[in-house]
Each structure stands twice: as structure tokens, then as C-alpha cells.
């Protein structure tokens, strides 16, 4: 796999398992599931204590990971899969839920504290940086009388659905623009 060419990793930050299936907090499994499916790519296999596709992603070689330890624990698989890969933190991409964006919304970040995201939070401090990109789909905020982590872990409600699926398309373009274009060419194209 080593060669003068880089490869990206791009992570999708969710919650294993069929009781979190369609949850808020799965926006990014979702998503990067999605880019795996655009490209037509194998069956992930179990590594990096996650489902990693490798893939051809806008001309780049590209590992789809979608990490298996719950959300409190996200880091251990993308230490894992970068560590292994050698790959640079401009290379990194983490997708994920965000309570502060409205429902569907997008947003670039190439760099950045967690914003209280459990999943980006482990990242940061296993890698001990926060300079990676991270690509932001908004859930919407917790709406009154809720606990925050109830709300996460809540399904999406039939009314929100095409719009969720709206973002999940948008976002597996996005994730492919920032393979081919870079972070600055996404930030003013999604944001």
C-alpha cells in the first residue's frame, strides 16, 4: 500500500450496533456509508477497531472508516488507521453530528476544539492535535425539556427524514470535493 502518493482517511463518527441505527449521532456513519456506496466500494472489513472500505476517492487512494468503539472512544481507531497508513493530519477528514448547526446544514472546519463532541474530543486527545479537517452535519439543538444525550441518541423523525437524506448526498459530494479540491475550496462551496 505504501507509495510516493498519500491517501486520505476519512471517519465517519457514529455508534455501533442496531439499537443506534438512525440516530443523530450517527449522521457520520451515514454519511461516509453513503460515499463507500457512491464509489461502488467492496464490503468493509474489520480493522482498526472499525469498518474500514479502502477506496479511489476523487483520484485519491482513500480509507473509509467508520469507527466501532462507541462515540467516547473514537480515537483508538483513527490513531489506529493513521498511524498504520502514515498518514498527515492534512489528510484527515472526520465527519460528524453537530447540536449547533440546523438540521442538514454543513459546514467545513479545517481545524478546531471538539465543541463538547464526545467522538471529535477522544480524537484531539489521542492525537494530540486539533489540526484535521472536520466536516459538520447539523442535527439541529436540543429542544426544550430534552437531555442532550438523549437527544443524540434519538432516531430522526419521519418528517426529517428526506431532508437528512438531502444532507447524506451532499455530504458524500462534499467528502469527494475535499479528496479532490482541499478544505479552503469546500468551506466556500458548503458553508
Known sequence: MAGAMSMKLVVGLGNPGRRYQGTRHNFGYLIVGEVARQLGASSPRSCFHGEAVEANLGGQKALLLSPTTFMNLSGVSVQEAKSFYKISDQD????????????????????????????????????????FARLRAGIDAVPEGWQGADYVLSKFGPGEIPLVEECVHRA????????????????????
Not at 172 to 191: L, P
Request: charged share 25%; hydrophobic share 40%.
Open 92 to 131: 484527515l477528514l472526520v465527519v460528524c453530528d453537530d447540536l449547533s448547526l440546523p438540521l442538514g446544514k454543513l459546514r467545513f472546519r479545517p481545524r478546531g476544539s471538539s465543541g463538547g463532541h464526545k467522538g471529535l474530543e477522544d480524537i484531539i486527545g489521542r492525537l494530540g492535535t486539533e489540526d
Open 172 to 191: 458524500a459530494a462534499a467528502v469527494a470535493d475535499w479528496a479532490r479540491q482541499g478544505i479552503e475550496f469546500c468551506m466556500n462551496q458548503y458553508n
